[in-house]
């Protein structure tokens, strides 16, 4: 796989610095490991990093604020690449039924599933669909997350696949996190289009996708490669029409059977492909060749309870770089903690601790093109990290969620709390 080269730690120290933070362990996440540097010092010029290293070796930067800790740890602000979190209503009355026995098939005559979440989204204002994402994203803020990824693809209507990408992009401008917007139209058949499964991808190539590109609403396209949802076929369509109008692409690909779509999105050099518990190991090497990073989803795994797990051993022999995400969506993983993600990727699917923190961090910021950008503690990245009073990084893997206690720091500055 192409790897990028890291910035240089330049030996002249810069010229100009606006704060200090020392007194904790840097979590640096450089090329995907700990790379640890005990008691570090970051420095910090508006909204980069400009110096990462030993607190004893850190220059002296006239007039710059200096915020000491006490201990504890410094991890790169958390990635949560693959969200749902734009939506109407929640699906907490069909789990009831469904633990109380209700099949499937009746929740689903009775307007359940997906559908349900499409009714509801088409019917919301962009105000409530803003509000309820609102709530949503409040506790992965909480948390660290200081980059997240949503997708729409509840709409499934022009205008409310654009509704809803207007609310992502307002999310962004509203809080202090970095938001990816992603066109998941491929998504799911809306009912108006049953039967006619290839108009309905025309009518997303030929004219949803143009007015988005030119609205600059979304910042990569998806589509969901699955029997019950569209081909490799009609992805590929989407792909095509999604690149011509400088759009990357990312997959769900291989969550419930094995279509290679992971192949098909390593071909168009997808960012992403996501799910992959089918995946082979030739998908792993396709995947690895044209550097498309892995995305797990421990969450949906867990909710469905799945029984097949994604081939871990292959990525690593392949180095294709594996992401977690929380796939926070009302269906299959209504998961509010990417924190939990960590430990899940562990007890789940045997990710080390360092790979699942790798996940949340650097690779989870490639899964996004955010490479160069985000993910590390290195000098030329956005300042956006996180500090815990814990003693080593394996603590925010091992707790099973929880809020633990940190200072979040922003685009260089520390973040206040959110409130609704
Ligand atoms: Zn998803």
Redesign the pocket.
């Known amino acids: 796989m192409p790897v990028a080269l890291s910035p240089q730690i330049s030996s002249e120290p810069p010229s100009d610095c606006h704060s200090v933070w020392r007194g904790a362990t840097l979590v640096t996440m450089r090329d995907g490991h700990y790379n640890l540097i005990e008691d570090g010092a970051i420095a910090v010029t508006g909204s980069k990093i400009v110096w990462t290293g030993s607190a004893a070796d850190c220059p002296d930067f006239p007039g710059a604020a200096v915020h000491e800790f006490e201990g504890g740890i410094i991890t790169p602000g958390f990635v949560d690449c693959?969200?749902?979190l734009v939506f109407g209503g929640d699906r907490s009355e069909e789990f009831e039924q469904r633990l109380n026995g209700v099949s499937y098939a009746d929740i689903a005559a009775a307007g359940g599933g997906i559908l349900s979440t499409v009714n509801a989204t088409r019917e919301a204002t962009e105000d409530e669909l803003l509000a309820q994402a609102l709530f949503r994203l409040q506790p992965l803020l909480a948390e660290g997350v200081t980059c997240v990824e949503i997708?729409s693809?509840y709409g499934l209507s022009i205008e409310s696949e654009l509704k809803m990408l207007r609310v992502i992009r307002r999310l962004g401008v509203m809080l202090q996190v970095e938001v990816k917007s992603t066109c998941?139209a491929a998504?799911a058949l809306p009912p108006e289009f049953k039967g006619r499964t290839d108009e309905y991808i025309a009518m997303v190539c030929d004219t949803l996708l143009p007015v988005v590109a030119s609205e600059n609403l979304a910042d990569a396209v998806?589509a969901?490669c699955e029997h019950l949802a569209f081909s490799p076929e009609q992805v590929e369509r989407v792909f095509i029409a999604a690149q011509a109008l400088g759009l990357p692409v990312k997959l769900?690909a291989e969550q419930l059977s094995s279509l290679h779509g992971s192949a098909l999105a390593a071909r168009y050099h997808a960012l992403s492909a996501?799910?992959l518990e089918y995946a082979t190991a030739e998908d792993a090497q396709a995947m690895a060749a044209s550097g498309t990073v892995a995305v797990l989803?421990p969450g949906?795994y867990y909710l469905l309870r799945e029984t097949q797990c994604p081939p871990v051993d292959e990525f690593r022999k392949y180095n294709v770089p594996m992401a977690l995400a929380s796939?926070a969506?009302p269906g299959?993983?209504p998961a509010l903690s990417l924190r939990l993600m960590l430990n899940m990727g562990c007890t789940l699917f045997r990710l080390t601790p360092e790979e699942a923190l790798a996940g949340i961090t650097c690779h989870g910021a490639r899964a996004l093109g955010l490479q160069e950008t985000h993910g590390t503690l290195e000098p030329g990245k956005v300042a956006d990290f996180i500090h815990w009073p814990l003693s080593r990084p394996a603590e925010l893997v091992y707790w099973l969620g929880g809020q633990l206690p940190c200072t979040v720091v922003f685009r260089g500055e520390v973040r206040g709390e959110f409130r609704l």
Request: aromatic content about 6%.
């Open positions: 693959h969200t749902h997708k693809g998941l998504h998806d969901f769900h996501d799910h989803l949906a796939d969506n299959t993983s």
